[in-house]
């Protein structure tokens, strides 16, 4: 097999490369144990020539980590580093949680690490454009803490002028380290209940007004979110947004995931908090770390 420094690669494979990491195609390797997708991008780019198929699939995930961080710095090796460098860097699964992709508003916040309070990190890599971000970071400050940007170097000062002085700006340096060029300021006191409470789930918005109130409005089911919104817009800001932080912190399964990150390169960090609630799948692709990578890839006959 060929040392990473060795292989090589067409650009114009690297996006299909990029998405090795989606839910889509890592779902079909951990409840399938095989991928289409995968062998068929594995031999368009003929990576398949360039590797031992005895390589077990941990070593394969890394393997493909590696290429992209080196030439195509998609959003999953940001979320990744975020993983590595912060959650398990500089905190501890037992008290925090990373969430991705959740909702603020008309947004979708790219990270959230909740733990004593809340940090999102919005990811403006390489490959993005910087058109709404303006949007996103006003709607982050209605409900977050801290609020960061993680980008690459060659965009660190268009950021400068773009962001609020409240913002931190993050770098991906190209030695996989997180560097900061400028801390974000506590933003905790100015909390919108509203945008807030629509941010959780049903489960969660009724869990956080039984917590605060002692009792659940005795309400038609068609009629409890309008109540329990009426309820949740009266707790303190700053109280509403801790009582919210200590709930999401509960979407996880700890000791399944613990084990997994034990167990699982680093390149998969991000993919385990992604999927940090269901255990089944977890373990199903836990057991399949060692398996070689031949055993992943489709024969084109079948």
Known sequence: MKAINEIKINNKYLPSLGRMFSPLVMD?????????????????????????????????????????????????????????KILLGRHSLNTSHMLTEFRVGNCKADVVVVNGTSAVYEIKSELDSFARLENQVKNYLK??????????????????SILPDKAGILLLTNRNTISTIRESQSNRKNTNQSILFDSLRKNE????????????????????????????????????????????????????????????????SAYAMSICSEKAKMQALMSRFSKNIGSVFIPESV
Not at 207 to 214: S, T
Request: hydrophobic share 40%; proline share 4%; with cysteine.
């Open 28 to 84: 079909q390797i951990a409840l399938k144990g095989r991928s289409g997708y995968l062998s068929e991008v594995c031999s368009n780019s003929r990576l398949i020539e360039q590797i031992d198929p005895s390589m077990p699939l941990a070593q394969f995930f890394d393997l493909i980590y590696m290429i992209l961080f080196k030439s195509y710095r998609n959003e999953y090796i940001y979320k990744n580093a975020i993983a590595n």
């Open 143 to 160: 409900i977050f803490d801290y609020i960061n940007v993680i980008t690459s170097a060659s965009q660190v000062n268009k950021l400068k």
């Open 205 to 268: 918005y009724v869990k956080a007004i039984k917590e605060y109130f002692g009792i659940v409005p005795d309400v038609p089911n068609t009629h409890i979110y309008k109540e329990c919104k009426k309820l949740f817009s009266k707790i303190p800001a700053e109280l509403a947004h801790d009582l919210t932080i200590n709930i999401l912190r509960r979407r996880r399964n700890t000791r399944v995931l613990k084990e997994f990150i034990e167990e699982a390169p680093a390149s998969l």
